[in-house]
């Protein structure tokens, strides 16, 4: 029965990916793979029969070259499939990368406008309309990242992430960073501290992706933890690099949905019920940038209890 079940399973499952795929079933990879393995069984049992009742030598290659041949034309279709998934996902992430691209125009020059309006050079504007137009600035900064975050997703896709590694002082960075964030902390109601010698020595990165990275972790730490909280950050040496950890006492990840974190677009159930904010893209990046630059990510985390983000960067040395 259970056996029954689990052959009803993979059925399942080979049409749900062909649905998923929106692909005939002709042209489904895991279906034609399928196919492929039954016809493979029924011309061996076939030509054991067949080959037992003529023993000519002749009949039996024949049967051997058309039982290759089948095979052959299964097999090659089987590659054009993969084939056709690979051209058409090179084509969703070239889409993806041109969109992006043609809409930073069109969203700096809203910011610039904003910002004009905002500092009152195109007159004095009255309260409500300045915090009419307080919302549409917020708006518009969450989607000029969100197109700067598909822009590097596409890129990091296409292979074509360009780091300019140098010298980088992560303190006075992630000194920077809190500082920028203290606004947003102190509305949350979040504490943040640091503990780091302002001695520890430079990284070897990218010091613009790196502060990406770093205000990734710090703005999910405010962001996932409700009501009042505490973000611990801490920065030593650990090696041949620096070691990074930022704790937080918030939501924490699920144990079952913990090895998708660093996949894109992925965001927790537990986050969506409270934190609509989001686009799963954050630590898909992060953790492109800090492997580009030789260095690991990683994390712990408990239900309800917070979260832990670690990284590590090579040291520069001569
Ligand atoms: P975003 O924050 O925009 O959703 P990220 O890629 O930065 O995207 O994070 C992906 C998901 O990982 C989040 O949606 C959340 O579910 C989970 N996550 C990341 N950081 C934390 C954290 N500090 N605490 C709890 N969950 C987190």
Known sequence: MIRFLSRFQIFHRIFAECKEYNLPALECPSFVFFLMGLINMVAMVSTYFIARRYTEPEIVALMVIGVTLVILIIGHTITQSFDKLAQANKMKTEFVGVASHQLRTPLSAMRWTLNLLMEGRLGQLAPEQMNY????????????????????????????????????????????????????????NVN???????????????????????????????????????????????????????????????????????QKFFRSDN?????????????????????????????????GEGTTFYFTLPVYSL
């Open 133 to 188: 137009i307080t919302l549409i600035k917020e708006s518009n900064e969450r989607m000029i990242k969100l197109v700067n975050d598909l822009l590097d997703v596409s890129r990091i896709e296409m292979g074509k992430v360009v780091l300019r590694p140098r010298q980088t002082n992560l303190y006075v960075l992630i000194q920077k960073t809190i500082n920028d964030f203290m606004p947003l902390s102190k509305a949350s």
């Open 192 to 262: 943040i501290t640091l503990e780091a010698s302002e001695t520890l020595p430079n990284v070897y990165s990218d010091t613009e992706k790196v502060a990406l990275v770093i205000q990734n972790l710090i703005d999910n730490a405010i962001k996932y933890t409700k009501g009042k909280g505490e973000v611990k950050i801490k920065a030593e040496i650990a090696g041949k690099c620096v070691k990074v950890s930022i704790q937080d006492s918030g939501v924490g990840i699920p144990q079952d949905q913990q090895k998708h974190v660093f």
């Open 271 to 303: 986050v969506m019920k409270h934190q609509t904010v989001g686009t799963g893209l954050g630590l898909f990046i992060a953790r492109s940038v800090v492997e580009e630059s030789k260095g690991k990510i990683w994390f712990e985390s408990k239900l």
